[in-house]
């Protein structure tokens, strides 16, 4: 699971607990002017993941970690996609952020909002 917020002019996400391991990240910090917007999105986790690297994939457990799809890098970490958030970015790192979060409706309205004020 993650946990979204926001700091000043950037989107912060912590990764939390054993994810840290399976994404191989703790913490992404992103410029709100890079973030286009978010969607609760549960069916997400239907959709290819290309290919990780590194990360890790265990169909139906947990997807955590970087992977490669049509050109683009999607940071996922995601282990119940009814909790799914989806971040789209205009960032050179990556092009999405797929994370699990305790309130889906909550994260997408702070992210949202915080863009919408970028």
């Not at 290819?48 to 890790?56: D, I, L, V």
């Not at 996922?76 to 994370?99: C, Q, T």
């Amino acid at each position: 699971m993650a946990n979204v917020s926001i700091d000043g002019d950037n989107l912060i996400v912590e990764i939390e607990g054993l994810d840290k391991l399976w994404a191989l990240k703790s913490r992404l910090v992103i410029p709100l002017a890079n973030v286009r917007g978010a969607t609760a999105d549960p069916g997400i986790s239907r959709e290819s993941k290309g290919f990780r690297a590194p990360g890790t994939h265990f169909p139906g457990i947990i997807t955590a970690g970087t992977f490669h799809i049509h050109g683009d890098r999607v940071f996922w970490d995601v282990h119940d996609a009814a909790k799914a958030v989806v971040i789209e970015l205009a960032d050179k790192r990556y092009a999405r952020l797929v994370v699990e979060v305790s309130d889906p409706r909550a994260t997408v309205a702070l992210v949202e909002g915080a863009a919408a004020a970028n």
